[in-house]
């Protein structure tokens, strides 16, 4: 039976898609998926590389989370009011 590694529940716990860390890292979600369940052993250079993407995926969440703030501020008790900027959805 595969193990779980730290890195599969860390993705897991906090919604990050395989396609997401698997692009993050340029590498196929079927080989991350290898490496996530101890399938399959890397060097120590892939995971340091493996940890700066993740670092780049924490500071991109905190600055998207620190813009919804931001912008949630902004409509303080208009929450249900007709938008009047187009939607970038």
Do not use: H
């Not at 860390?10 to 692009?23: C, D, F, H, T, V």
């Not at 196929?28 to 670092?55: D, H, N, P, W």
């Not at 998207?64 to 409509?75: G, T």
């Amino acid at each position: 039976m595969p193990k779980i590694t730290n890195l599969r529940r860390l993705r897991i716990k906090y919604n990050i898609p395989l396609r997401a860390m698997a692009e993050k890292l340029g590498v196929s979600t079927q080989f991350l998926s290898c490496v996530e369940l101890g399938v399959m052993q890397v060097s120590k250079r892939y995971e340091e590389r493996l940890q700066r993407a993740i670092e780049t995926l924490v500071a991109e969440s905190i600055e998207v989370l620190f813009r919804m703030e931001r912008e949630f501020d902004d409509y303080n008790g208009k929450l249900l009011q007709e938008s009047e900027v187009p939607d970038e959805c």
